[in-house]
């Protein structure tokens, strides 16, 4: 009796959980001594696989897919960008020739970078309660998508992309741009 799937693409709903339909069913998992252990991977994957509820302060986001060549510098130093690695304001993404990487913020942001790409993640800003909003990213090389989250919507004047030629006030949704070197 394994784990068949945790959540759908947005990673918002309960798809299913072995052959439990209903809570009640998730219930008596964790009532047998052995399923104890299944629920808390199951816990812990949900924390994982979500960053808007996994992330602690400090954090800013999350990489959700990395292929290949895929690092984040931060302050000084190259680690591997795999997937579940937090990202803070000022790391830096880089891919290689065969890399590409996609990341998830706070607000549900998605960022994508594609093969010898690289983004600073300048400033970050997300408290809603505060209504205290910011997203700088400086993009010096590469292929660069970025569909805005709850910041785009709350505060789109709030959004700011650098290139090394311009600065871009995003009040759309979705945007590409590539920067050549």
Same mark, same amino acid.
């Given at each position: #009796?394994?784990?068949?799937?945790?959540? !759908?693409? !947005?990673?918002?709903?309960?798809?299913?959980?072995?052959?439990?339909?209903?809570?009640?069913? &998730? =219930?008596?998992?964790?009532?047998?001594?052995?399923?104890?252990?299944?629920?808390?991977? %199951?816990? +812990? #994957?949900?924390?994982?696989?979500?960053?808007?509820?996994?992330?602690?302060?400090?954090?800013?986001? @999350?990489?959700?897919?990395?292929?290949?060549?895929? %690092?984040?510098?931060?302050?000084?130093?190259?680690?591997?960008?795999?997937?579940?690695?937090?990202?803070?304001?000022?790391?830096?993404?880089?891919?290689?020739?065969?890399? =590409?990487?996609?990341?998830? #913020?706070?607000?549900?942001?998605?960022?994508?970078? $594609?093969? !010898?790409?690289?983004?600073?993640?300048?400033?970050?800003?997300?408290?809603?309660?505060?209504?205290?909003? =910011?997203?700088?990213?400086? #993009? @010096?090389?590469?292929?660069?998508?970025?569909?805005?989250? @709850? &910041?785009?919507?709350?505060?789109?004047?709030?959004?700011?992309?650098? +290139?090394?030629?311009? +600065?871009?006030?995003?009040? $759309?949704?979705?945007?590409?741009?590539?920067?050549?070197?």
């Amino acid at each position: #009796m394994g784990i068949k799937y945790l959540f !759908n693409d !947005n990673c918002r709903d309960f798809v299913s959980i072995s052959n439990a339909k209903t809570i009640a069913d &998730i =219930s008596a998992l964790v009532s047998q001594g052995e399923e104890m252990q299944k629920l808390f991977i %199951f816990i +812990t #994957m949900l924390g994982l696989l979500c960053p808007s509820i996994a992330l602690a302060a400090g954090e800013i986001g @999350v990489i959700k897919t990395a292929e290949a060549e895929v %690092f984040i510098v931060r302050a000084g130093d190259t680690i591997k960008g795999i997937i579940g690695k937090t990202l803070f304001e000022q790391d830096i993404l880089r891919t290689g020739a065969n890399g =590409s990487v996609g990341a998830v #913020m706070k607000d549900d942001t998605t960022l994508s970078l $594609g093969p !010898n790409s690289e983004l600073i993640l300048k400033e970050y800003v997300f408290e809603p309660k505060e209504e205290s909003f =910011s997203v700088l990213l400086r #993009m @010096v090389k590469g292929t660069f998508i970025y569909m805005s989250g @709850v &910041i785009g919507k709350l505060a789109p004047d709030s959004i700011r992309l650098e +290139t090394p030629d311009s +600065t871009i006030a995003v009040r $759309g949704t979705r945007l590409f741009i590539k920067v050549n070197d």
